[in-house]
Nanobody
Framework: QVQLVESGGGLEQAGGSLRLSCAAS????????MGWFRQAVGKEREFVAG????????NYADSAKGRFTISRDNAKNTVYLQMNSLKLEDTAVYYC???????????????????WGQGIQVTVSS
């Protein structure tokens, strides 16, 4: 049974930093492309960042470029999202997602991911 468990969220002031972690189990982690999405109240779930199986290639939403960094540790079955220079508009529930792939690609669409974590709240205050 595949499980993705996010941690590291919480309340942070604007301009601050948070590091999200997503621990995966029940899968062969190195075979999965991973992504981070977020959903703010009243909005659709949107792509934030993605990383290939190897960790060699990443992709970011425009809103995350230059501020967020996705990384993974295949030995620990964990993917991370380092969020710096947080803004009020980063407030959302953040989800990690996994997609089994035979290609070393990043996937940007919600529908391309088969497995999801339960989500974790990130709140940025002024």
């Amino acid at each position: 049974q595949v499980q993705l468990v996010e941690s590291g969220g919480g309340l942070e002031q604007a301009g601050g930093s948070l590091r999200l972690s997503c621990a995966a189990s029940g899968l062969t982690f190195v075979r999965y492309s991973m992504g981070w999405f977020r959903q703010a109240v009243g909005k659709e779930r949107e792509f934030v960042a993605g990383i290939t199986r190897s960790g060699g290639t990443t992709n970011y939403a425009d809103s995350a470029k230059g501020r967020f960094t996705i990384s993974r540790d295949n030995a620990k079955n964990t993917v991370y999202l380092q969020m710096n220079s947080l803004k009020l508009e980063d407030t959302a529930v953040y989800y990690c997602a996994a997609r089994l792939t035979f290609n070393d690609e990043v996937y940007l669409s919600r529908g391309e991911y088969a497995y999801w974590g339960q989500g974790i709240q990130v709140t940025v205050s002024s």
